[in-house]
């Protein structure tokens, strides 16, 4: 009896063992597999971060990173995987042979654009004349107490200038974006480290003697690529209340120590009263950016 006991327990223990190996092996399994799933989950996950969704009908899609590089076309819309990225923009594989480049800032706007135009993915660096203790030319009202300075409304139409650009996908760089003082090099430096596709200066003009000079100037240095901007912008400057004067040559440091092109605008005298009258209008300031805006958009179409 005791002998069928022992084989009894002995046997019993031994199914217990093999129970328990199974149990151990089932939750290895289930660990395992769960392991795999969250592996493919994080996978995909990345995967799907790293792509973004590429539109040929509102954005430029190029060779290299900037609008100069060659234009791509592809016929629409498409997800594709970054691979990398350069100046702010991405680089994407579009098939197994070809990549190209896309703005990031138009990828991952939240207002994507409505309609393609020539300033979607371009650089434009915006230089509001004077700021800080250099305060430009002055306007001083006829009691004398007053005074306006020309730091003021450079600064004014730039920012105007700038939603304007953004709002058409362009990407903006400001020389200086509140009244402080900027050095005439470090401007030019700013616009070319960020490799600009256009320098625009914003000044307002001045003479010896208050009320002499009136009317709007387009400056240009070098000829070629800075004057024709200066022409396509100086174009648009038709609409305004004050005498369109056109373009002429300036020989001024940050429009000529420049590698890209650059125009320096003098959107009327600050130091005339009709001018002055226009100038500290909000609905001049805006025609000026519109019309600048126009002007350069004119000008990428073409160049
Ligand atoms: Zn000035």
Known sequence: MLFIYKIFKLLNEKTLEVECIKQVVS??????????????ILLTALIYQRTVAIDPATMPIQSGPGISYRHIRITKRKRVLITGEQRNWYRVRLNDHESAWV????????????????????????????????????YKNNSGQAKYMEKTYTL??????????????????????????????????????????????LHLNSSPDKNEGSGITSYYYHRGRSKKLARNVSHQFSNLPLTNRGIDFGDFLVIRDTSLPSILCETGYVNTHKDFHQIKKATFQKRVALDIRKGINHYLANY
């Open 27 to 40: 939750k290895s399994f289930i660990v395992g597999i769960s392991f795999i799933v969250l592996a493919i």
């Open 103 to 138: 703005p990031s800032w138009l990828i991952n706007s939240k207002t994507p654009l409505k309609k393609s135009n020539h300033l979607a993915g371009a650089i434009i660096a915006i230089d509001p004349g004077h700021g800080g203790s250099d305060s430009g030319a002055e």
């Open 156 to 201: 004014a139409i730039a920012k105007r200038l700038a939603k304007q650009l953004q709002a058409s996908g362009a990407q903006v760089v400001m020389t200086r974006s509140k009244d402080r003082a900027v050095g005439l090099r470090e401007r030019v430096r700013i616009a070319e480290n960020a490799h600009a596709d256009c320098f625009i200066s």
